[in-house]
Every structure is written in structure tokens, then in C-alpha cells.
């Protein structure tokens, strides 16, 4: 990791851990999704000590912003969401802002093709190398196993 990330909490080094995207995150709160048991299985994890996770700071607000966008298309009522949003920020998932992460995202997000969002994710990956554990069809089907650190999260049955 680079000099310049800056972590919001200390990530404890005698257990796995793994870059966090948020379409594992979401899946915590939004139960009609695909994948929601292994993702759920991953939070529960980390509540009992047997992982953490790591993310780039946009994860935050891509989370809250999956949560509103349930309420518009009603998949969930504003409290719930209002709720769920209480538990996401409770979670205290250790970010990591720094330039380098930025300027790497875009050299990964051109190479691979992929959003700038998803480059972060990579380029955290990468610097930390630690596996990204997502469950973005789309990536999972851009990266086509090209990015090293992949955990897609159909496999994490088999890795965890």
C-alpha cells in the first residue's frame, strides 16, 4: 500500500482478508438479489472475526445510493432503507482514499475496460494484493479472468 492511503480503521493482519466491492455489500440489504447467501455468508464472517475487508472510499456512498434506488423502485420502503443505511455505516468498513488508487483505477479501468468505480476496486486489489471479492456479473464478464486477483462470488465457497 502506498504511503499516501488513508485508512478510516486499522485492518487487523492475522486474518484473510479481501478487497470489498459493493455489489457484495448491497446483497446484505437487499435480499431479492442473486448471490445474497454466499454474500450474506461473508458478512457474517467478519461480524465473527474470521475475515475483514478493505474498500476504496466510494463504496460508502454506492451503497447508499443501491439503497435509494430500491426505494424508487420499490423493492423497499424508505424506512427500511433508512434502516439498512443506519446498519451499512455501523458496519465500519476500513476505506482507503489516496491518489495513487485514483491514478491507477484509470490505467486499469482503460486496460481492462471497465468503469472508473470498478478500476478503484482493481487498483486496491492490486496495491494491496489482497483478491477483490465481487458479484458484478458485468466485471466478472469484462475482467474474463484477466485481472489475477479476481474473486468472483460463485467461487467463494471453494476459496474461503
Not at 499516501?4 to 437487499?30: C, G, N
Not at 476504496?56 to 420499490?74: D, H, K, T
Request: include cysteine; glycine fraction near 2%; aromatic fraction near 8%.
Amino acid at each position: 500500500m502506498t504511503p499516501d492511503m488513508m485508512m478510516s480503521v486499522t485492518i487487523q493482519p492475522d486474518r484473510p482478508r479481501f478487497v470489498l466491492d459493493a455489489s457484495i455489500a448491497t446483497k446484505w440489504f437487499l435480499r431479492d438479489e442473486d448471490y445474497v447467501t454466499e454474500a450474506v455468508a461473508l458478512l457474517r464472517r467478519m461480524q465473527f472475526g474470521r475475515a475483514e475487508y478493505l474498500a476504496p472510499s466510494q463504496i460508502q456512498f454506492e451503497v447508499a445510493n443501491a439503497l435509494c434506488n430500491a426505494v424508487r423502485r420499490a423493492r423497499m420502503d424508505q424506512n427500511l432503507a433508512q434502516r439498512a443505511l443506519s446498519r451499512w455505516v455501523a458496519l465500519r468498513i476500513p476505506v482507503v482514499t489516496s491518489d495513487h488508487l485514483m491514478r491507477d483505477a484509470m490505467r486499469l479501468s482503460l486496460a481492462f475496460g471497465c468503469a472508473f468505480y470498478d478500476g478503484l476496486y482493481l487498483a486496491l486489489a492490486e496495491a494491496t494484493d489482497l483478491p477483490l471479492i465481487h458479484a458484478d456479473e458485468r466485471l466478472h464478464n469484462t475482467l474474463a479472468g484477466r485481472f489475477p486477483n479476481e474473486l468472483w462470488i460463485a467461487d467463494v465457497a471453494k476459496s474461503l
